[in-house]
């Protein structure tokens, strides 16, 4: 292949292969107190961000740094899906076919 070819595709000819790369790193991830985010979580889902009220539906559903409440869960599903959240339709049906987390 020449040279001004290999440039036009985005190739380094001389580059070093692959496997002389430094691993792959994942980046870190945060962990944060759900009760800290409740709060900012309720707000944004009070006021109509769907995202918030699938997490919230979740965070209801699996107890994350809240008693277990199938009824809040199943409540902020059905806002998500109204509000359009594209999984939140589905995954209300499969809270009542799926038994919840333990723990």
């Not at 944060?32 to 965070?59: C, F, I, K, S």
């Not at 076919?97 to 723990?103: D, I, M, S, Y």
């Amino acid at each position: 292949m020449s040279d001004d070819l290999a440039q036009q595709q985005g190739r380094n000819q001389s580059a070093e292969p692959v496997h002389a790369r430094a691993p792959y790193t994942p980046p870190r991830m945060t962990v944060v107190d759900p009760l800290e985010v409740l709060p900012r979580l309720l707000q944004h889902a009070q006021g109509g961000n769907a995202d918030a009220a699938y997490l919230l539906a979740v965070v209801y559903h699996c107890g994350c740094g809240v008693p277990r409440d199938p009824q809040q869960a199943s409540f902020w599903l059905a806002y998500a899906s109204q509000l359009g959240h594209p999984a939140a339709g589905q995954t209300l049906g499969n809270m009542w076919t799926t038994p919840a987390p333990k723990g």
